[in-house]
């Protein structure tokens, strides 16, 4: 596929030389290894570029990388764009099954893994890797591999070049696979402009961000690195969540804008160390990639402040729409996922695939540069997600006047009970409502009377006894007879994917078990 030239802007490479050459001296980076200037992040970009070339490493050739969150992941991935190469993350909290058909289904000819934290799993993945005739480094010294570092420093001082082309493929990101094996969704140089464009016109990040950087940067998170040095700012970078530590790092370092799934807001907000910290830094709080109880979420605008706004997008496409902080002052859009993107086009269809008139509930359809070229090596699939020049997200979604969404729940997600049609979010947010609920999850399990049977799993909040009979009551008196579960399971914590998200097939199987 060729772009013309006057229609294609700027590559991943002179989008980034731009961004890092503005403020040399500034600090791109901070870990607890020391600070990383803009100037030495371009520096060390230029190094792997040369290390990669001279391995072999051609145009159209892939790199897959485990990492965790630090300066060097993130380098890495440039350099690769920017040769011409295209990249593919492998879930740092991903399994080895999943992680090793990934190597062999990207069609990659290195992998570069992280010694720091994941060096067990890297040692075992690089004997795969090296066995297939794959090109193997390590980050930094290690016992298994060679390391990029002292590569780097082999070389000496290195240019950062430019060598991709709009046309070249860029990056494989693979879907969870929480319904059969990942799926690899690819999208080529010209496709990332428009995102990052995007989040720099809708986003409200703040002036020369101070952003906490916490879960995996191969995902979501980091798809604000660019735009926070786009704005002159700092990436602090935190590799695991320990609330206490999060709390304590935003009061230390000042952070004013971070990004979090709901379910690390519930477990600061039940933190005892969210009283005594100051957060007042805080200007931009982004949550996404699962929907957030409103009553959890009331409780946050209350407590933390109004620095709230909701992200919505997909592996597929992202972003697609975000609710700002003044919306969220919004009672009736406490629940909205906003209004699209700039260079988002949606619709909302129904079973026919008719356009469906504002406020009814349909399938969420999307175009846009910033979506995916497609699944990679899998046409058939694709033809079946991208229809009439449309991708069908899967979401079922409604419009209102006003012209914001409201995601209703996922389509396969959705529970038919006695012919009904039960959408499990608005099943949680009535569970979430009642003051002895920290977190709820809802399912449906089979069941020869009604179909399927609606389930829930709860955790409650601390110091909180069962009272399961009270919170049933309390549900039906909110959502009737029909959505109410037939089953009220208490448990420690909630099983989440290695996206986030609340794994509801590994709920099902535990009540379908007995376990």
Excluded at 239 to 244: H, I, K, S, T, Y
Aim: hydrophobic share 40%; net charge negative.
């Amino acid at each position: 596929m060729e772009i013309p030239a006057h229609l294609s802007g700027p590559t991943i490479g002179a989008q980034y030389r731009r961004i890092l050459e503005r403020h040399p001296d500034r600090i791109a980076f901070q870990d607890d290894r020391g600070p990383q200037t803009y100037a030495a992040v371009q520096s060390l970009i230029g190094g792997y570029q040369a290390v990669l070339e001279r391995s072999g490493l051609r145009r159209g050739d892939g790199v897959a990388a485990l990492g965790g969150n630090r300066y060097e992941v993130w380098a890495l991935g440039i350099a690769v764009q920017s040769l011409g190469l295209y990249v593919t993350w492998l879930h740092p909290m991903g399994g080895q099954a999943d992680q090793l058909f990934q190597l062999e289904d990207a069609r990659v000819s290195a992998l570069v893994v992280d010694e720091l934290h994941h060096a067990d799993r890297g040692r075992e993945l690089v004997r795969a890797a090296a066995s297939a005739g794959l090109r193997t480094w390590s980050f930094g010294p290690s016992d298994f591999a060679d390391d990029l570092e002292t590569a780097v420093r082999q070389t000496g001082p290195q240019e950062f070049r430019d060598e991709g082309r709009p046309e070249d493929l860029a990056i494989l990101n693979y879907t969870g696979g929480t319904t059969g094996r990942p799926k690899g969704v690819s999208r080529r140089q010209f496709n990332l402009g428009p995102a990052m464009a995007d989040i720099l016109a809708d986003f409200e990040i703040p002036d020369r961000p101070r952003y906490l950087l916490i879960p995996p940067m191969s995902h979501v998170a980091g798809s604000k690195v660019g735009p926070v040095l786009a704005r002159g700012g700092t990436v602090h970078l935190m590799n695991g969540f320990d609330p206490a530590a999060v709390l304590e790092a935003i009061e230390r370092e000042r952070i004013s804008m971070t990004l979090l799934v709901p379910t690390m807001i519930y477990v600061l907000l039940d933190h005892p160390d969210l009283d005594e910290r100051d957060v007042s830094s805080l200007e931009y709080v982004l949550y996404g990639t699962s929907p957030m109880s409103e009553s959890r979420l009331q409780e946050a605008l209350a407590r933390i402040g109004p620095v709230f706004g909701q992200l919505y997008g997909q592996t597929e496409c992202y972003p697609i729409s975000v609710l700002s902080r003044e919306d969220q002052q919004v009672p009736q859009l406490l629940l909205s996922c906003g209004k699209p993107v700039p260079s988002v086009d949606v619709r909302i269809l129904g079973a026919m695939g008719e356009d469906l008139p504002r406020g009814e509930a349909g399938e969420l359809c999307v175009r846009g540069r910033s979506a995916m070229d497609g699944y990679w090596q899998r046409d058939d699939t694709t033809a079946e997600t991208i229809v009439d020049g449309w991708l069908r997200t899967g979401d079922i979604a409604r419009m209102d006047e006003a012209g914001y969404l409201f995601i209703v729940d996922r389509s396969k997600d959705m529970i038919i009970s006695g012919g009904f049609n039960v959408f499990p979010r608005e099943v949680e947010d009535a569970l979430m409502s009642h003051p002895a609920v920290a977190q709820a999850a809802v399912f449906g399990i089979a069941d020869e009377k009604w179909g399927e049977q609606v389930t829930a799993a709860v955790v409650l909040r601390d110091g909180q006894a069962d009272q399961l009979d009270d919170i049933t009551a309390h549900v039906r008196a909110l959502k009737g007879a029909v959505q109410t579960p037939k089953v009220i399971r208490v448990v420690d914590r909630l099983p989440q994917t290695a996206v986030g998200k609340v794994d509801r097939r590994a709920l099902r199987g535990m009540v379908e078990s007995g376990d």
